[in-house]
DNA sequence: ATAAACCCTAACATTAATGTCAGGGTCAAT
DNA sequence: ATTGACCCTGACATTAATGTTAGGGTTTAT
């Protein structure tokens, strides 16, 4: 299997494979020819490393857990939990913190709508005085 | 009032001024020898521009709408009611995509969790083998 | 032998706000 | 006249994953 049947059945372009391999995610074997060749069993693996960037771990966090992941044996290899909580833990903070961000901008929409009932159109700042009269 | 006094009096850095400068948020006086001057209203300004920031806006929306709050006319100004709600939207999604991982690492967790209550050490996957028996 | 479809490496570009550094003026006090 | 505390511009660095481009080799089919 070469990089580009990999990238197809993966949805992971190639420039990411080769990026993936780069940080020490995969390897591949070469041809004579220099082409990458992949196993089929490579195609879990980078879906895998899909999940977990989709979950915004960086390729250097998941390159400290993949193997355990891949191993079946995630149950197993405790050193995965702290980094699931800690993950959580930023996770939280930030929808806490856009929680705090959404509020203040229902604030500022309320501001708005709630002195101005009636809003009137107005492009640009140059005609406000006379608009809002 | 030179930069420095600026900086201090808002939290901002010096750097940051002359970026918001560049980005057409605030403007400066020169003195003969082409140091930057401030009007004392320049701390207000630049306040509500760490706030908008705050919230997620970039420099180049806040200025499309900077005249409009600094007016304090904000409730007259129509134009900045849509901004508003499209930044609310997009910080709603942002929400909603980070419950979602947020769900999943909690499924993570507990897949780990469930599967082995009494979760031993592993420092290395090396040892696992061992170590998980 | 040429076209099409693969593959390779290396390197620069992207984003946004900010930090940092280099090289250099200005000013006040001593 | 020197020191210290200001200020200036310009430019490169940061982050992380990915896109893109340049320049080039390989393979297969025609």
């Known amino acids: 299997m070469q990089i580009g049947e990999l990238a197809k059945s993966t949805g992971v372009s190639i420039r990411s494979l080769r990026y993936y391999e780069q940080q020490g995610l995969i390897a591949a074997d070469r041809q004579e020819n220099g082409y990458r060749t992949y196993n089929p069993l490579m195609i879990e693996k980078v879906n895998t490393i ?3 960037l989709s979950l915004g771990f960086t390729t250097e ?6 193997h355990c992941v891949m191993m079946n044996k995630e149950s197993f290899c ?3 939990v702290p980094i699931y909580r800690q ?3 930023e ?3 930030q929808i806490q913190l856009l929680s705090q ?3 203040n901008l229902l604030d ?7 002195e101005n009932p009636n809003l009137l159109e107005c492009e640009s700042h140059v005609h ?3 608009k809002s009269r």
């Open 101 to 103: 961000i959404r509020a």
């Open 78 to 80: 405790s050193q995965i």
């Open 108 to 114: 500022r929409i309320e501001a708005v709508t709630d």
């Open 61 to 66: 966090q998941i390159a400290s857990f993949l």
């Open 50 to 52: 899909k999940f977990y």
């Open 87 to 89: 993950k959580l833990a």
């Open 91 to 93: 996770i939280e903070d």
């Open 128 to 130: 406000n005085d006379i």
